[in-house]
């Protein structure tokens, strides 16, 4: 549905927020929101705390295979969904935007890549939510999502290539 071209790479390298290494501090900091967590290390950590109402993951870190998958079952349900490298899937956008507005806890296993993930999580993610992400070789990146935040990643997501419109409908929004 989307891909991300070469050219905007380089905008994902900055954190969307601070960075943490400890969990317990990250969600000392949090807000009352959703918390979404798109990564397995990410999900792995705050999975010692408390159990994210999304989750993320692909067994993967850093393009690595994990030797051992994080344990999903806190999770209410588990969605299996398919998404390639560098891409953004239909699947993944629809079976996210139900995630966050659903009741239950649901984690979100992705065959492929969940990297870009966070930037639809932010999104469609309620005024309030916290997304958390991994920030390679630094630690976890709490965004608590505002108008700001939010009409950021949305912007980004229109410069994206493939159907952005399509994109946007499955997310449940138009730019």
């Known amino acids: 549905m989307l891909r991300l071209p070469d050219a905007l790479r380089a905008e994902l390298k ?7 290494t400890d969990a317990a501090a990250l969600l000392a900091d949090a ?5 979404i967590a798109v990564g397995d290390v990410v999900t792995e950590h705050l999975l ?5 109402d999304v989750a993320l993951v692909d067994g993967q870190t850093k393009r690595t295979p994990l030797d051992e998958r994080v344990d999903l079952s806190p999770f209410d349900r588990e969605v299996r969904v398919e998404n ?7 699947d993944l956008l629809v079976a996210l935007r139900a995630a966050v507005e659903g009741d239950r806890t649901t984690a979100l296993v992705v065959d492929g890549e969940e990297d870009l993930a966070a930037v639809p999580a932010i999104a469609v993610a309620p005024t309030g939510a916290n997304v958390v992400y991994g920030q ?10 505002d108008e700001e935040v939010r009409a950021a990643m ?19 929004f138009e730019s």
Do not use: C, N, Q
């Open 84 to 90: 390639p490298a560098a891409t953004l899937s239909r």
């Open 14 to 20: 900055e954190p969307v927020g601070p960075i943490y």
């Open 48 to 52: 010692r705390e408390t159990v994210p």
């Open 136 to 145: 390679p070789g630094e630690g976890m990146v709490l965004v608590v999502v």
């Open 31 to 35: 807000g009352d929101g959703p918390l």
């Open 154 to 172: 949305r912007e980004f997501l229109a410069k994206m290539e493939g159907d952005v419109v399509g994109a946007e409908a499955a997310l449940g």
